[in-house]
């Protein structure tokens, strides 16, 4: 059977060969952009090659001539907007209410939210200053990370009170009441976000939802419509579209300028039963196929195998086992470039053991999901180099290190490998001297080599001397991984999280304890992403559960499948309450829950052979529960699709 790629690039190629430089396919992602290219010259047998193809973020991009800010930039120039306010507006001191320590956990939502607004082509008036028609609003909607930085910045349990009172310093008159700071806060981000995006437009700079707005507005004038490079746009695997994507999608619809492909062979998308289906039902009745491409549809369902192991590395053995069986079997045509096979991974962290435990017929695997930052043994090294700076104290003979974080930090492999033998002396000195505070000097003195990662740094010092420490630490340590391809990877994107940070921070003129630079830091590489160089379309695919998008492979592995894992219970941190959020139309936790369902069905609905493994551990916070996905296969499982 043909994939859902191959078939749209045979119609196009049976229908338009002789014109089809003229037009553009646009994807949800680069991947699924990769495999149609590879479609159309399989189809084309090798006689077209250089078609057009754009992601979705890219077409739109074509719309601005500003460039998108980085996520570090745009929370500096948020903040210096806020601080205008506050200078405007309140009577407050300075010194109390300038503090961007205050600031930068709650403007990393407040970004998140003004994307949303804008993507979603919401009134920010509206939206922000209507909520003063609610009679009653429950203010108690912290996530535990919330109250948790409630507790660290203000020294007390905040919670009950609520976000708002970090802005009651804006204007101090009225009532003290949690629904009038409630309200208040709501009229202060209305002002935020007119200056936040001028800020950012004056530095022809702008973010991601205000370059989806510009592009819907652009469209629907348009003027724009006649400069457009390509006579038809042609838009492949979507599923649900934010407000700005429909307006875009309706106009060049409308002008004879686009055509749809909605990826839903499966029967579970059609059923009205299932949310899967919720918005691919109506995206296909609004937006039809110019082309019929579900003439070959799959007439059967895969063999499904569920299994259920104690422990992650036994979900490793599992698949691994499972590769090995479909080896032996004949299933996976050409072990050594397994193209047709893929590996999803809902949970990131079983990434590193997965690839050291492949059967040895698998010699090449493509990383697609890329590698969490957050996941590696680097990222654990720093977080254990965080607390002894954090435990650091002031000691008669000069600084001091918590003993514990020191042993913790002397058996980290990425420590040993600096100075083995020094490690080793220094926590045997440390056991044997029953040492509670670890002196600097003795360390500088007597481990020399392990001297410029067990140097003290004051949390009053200033940016630039804890970043120079940080990236002296990693630049010793990067020197000392010559042949650890791996860990070079993550070490050269902490050097370079540094070095933007601190420029930014000197570009900005912002001052911070040195308490939130480490945890900016860190925060920032929560989300980097580490690439690993391959070749796409070749090999093993390793993948997250978003690069699965439009793509089918014929034997296919999901492990993790646990609920509050896949799907993930994630409950997205806003100021913007989830009934504000559905009465103006933007994206809802029950959204996120009929996405991901339709990603793992799609997913499955055209292989031939999938297996789900999950964790049956209920020990602490694990229930060993079985994802509800798996569950509904079970309920509709027959002869016909055996599970």
Not at 153 to 171: A, C, I, K, L, P
Not at 232 to 261: P, Q, W
Request: hydrophobic share 40%.
């Amino acid at each position: 059977m043909k994939s859902f790629l191959r078939r749209i690039a045979n119609r196009y190629i049976a229908n338009e060969a002789d014109d089809i430089g003229r037009v553009c396919f646009v994807f949800p992602n680069k991947r699924s952009a990769t495999f149609f290219r590879e479609a159309v010259e399989l189809e084309s047998d090798g006689r077209i090659r250089n078609i057009r193809t754009k992601t979705i973020n890219s077409f739109v991009a074509g719309f601005s001539r500003a460039r998108e800010a980085e996520r570090l930039e745009a929370l500096f120039v948020m903040f210096r907007e806020y601080r205008r306010i506050l200078e405007e507006q309140t009577t407050f001191s300075a010194d109390d209410a300038l503090d961007f320590d205050r600031f930068a956990f709650w403007g990393d939502m407040l970004i998140n939210d003004f994307n949303d607004v804008d993507r979603y082509l919401a009134d920010p008036d509206k939206i922000f200053v209507n909520a003063k028609r609610f009679k009653e609003i429950n203010s108690n909607y912290l996530t535990p990370e919330q109250v948790e930085a409630i507790k660290r910045y203000w020294g007390e349990d905040r919670s009950q009170m609520s976000v708002e009172n970090f802005w009651t310093h804006v204007d101090s008159r009225g009532r003290s009441t949690v629904h009038t700071k409630f309200l208040r806060l709501w009229e202060v981000m209305a002002l935020l976000y007119h200056r936040y995006r001028d800020a950012l437009r004056s530095r022809r700079l702008t973010t991601s939802g205000a370059i989806f707005r510009e592009a819907a507005d652009a469209i629907r004038k348009g003027d724009s419509l006649r400069r457009m490079p390509y006579r038809r746009y042609v838009f492949i695997g979507f599923n649900l579209l934010s407000t700005s994507e429909h307006i875009i999608f309706s106009r060049l619809r409308d002008k004879g300028m686009a055509d749809f492909y909605w990826d839903c062979d499966s029967p579970i998308l059609l059923s009205t039963d299932n949310p899967a289906g919720r918005f691919i039902r109506a995206n296909m009745a609004e937006f039809p196929s110019l082309y019929q491409i579900d003439g070959d549809t799959k007439p059967t369902s895969p063999m499904i195998d569920i299994v259920g192991v104690p422990g992650n590395m036994a979900q490793i053995y599992a698949a691994s086992q499972t590769l090995a069986d479909w080896i032996s079997g004949g299933k996976i045509a050409d072990p050594a470039n397994a193209i047709d096979t893929a590996v999803v991974l809902p949970d990131e962290s079983l990434f590193v053991p997965l690839v050291h435990n492949m059967p040895e017929e698998i010699t090449d695997i493509n990383v697609t999901m890329g590698f969490p930052f957050r996941q590696s043994p680097v990222s654990t090294l720093l977080r254990l180099i965080s607390s002894l700076q954090m435990h650091s104290r002031e000691g008669r003979n000069g600084p001091t290190f918590f003993h514990e974080d020191v042993s913790n930090l002397l058996v980290d492999p990425n420590v040993r490998r600096v100075a083995p033998d020094e490690a080793d002396a220094l926590a045997d000195e440390i056991l044997s001297s029953r040492l509670f505070r670890v002196e600097e000097r003795l360390i500088q003195n007597n481990y020399p080599s392990l001297a410029p990662i067990f140097t003290a740094v004051r949390l009053t010092d200033s940016t630039d001397r804890i970043c120079d420490y940080l990236r002296q630490m990693a630049t010793l340590l990067l020197d000392s991984t010559a042949e650890q391809g791996v860990a070079r990877h993550f070490l050269d994107a902490y050097i370079a999280k540094i070095d933007e940070i601190q420029a930014t921070i000197q570009h900005h003129g912002i001052e911070m304890r040195g308490a939130t630079l480490v945890r900016m830091i860190e925060r920032s590489l929560q989300s980097e992403i580490v690439h690993f160089k391959g070749e796409p379309l070749a090999g093993l695919q390793v993948m997250g559960v978003l690069e699965t998008r439009a793509l089918d492979f014929d034997n296919i592995i999901v492990m993790s499948m646990n609920e509050r894992i896949f799907p993930r219970r994630n409950h997205a941190n806003s100021f913007i309450p989830e009934s504000i959020r559905r009465g103006y139309g933007l994206p809802t936790s029950d959204f996120q829950e009929s996405v991901y369902a339709y990603y793992f069905y799609r997913l499955i609905s055209r292989a031939s052979r999938v297996t789900l493994t999950y964790d049956v551990r209920t020990s602490g916070l694990r229930t060993g529960e079985l994802s509800r996905y798996a569950v509904q296969l079970l309920y509709l499982s027959s002869k016909s699709s055996p599970v």
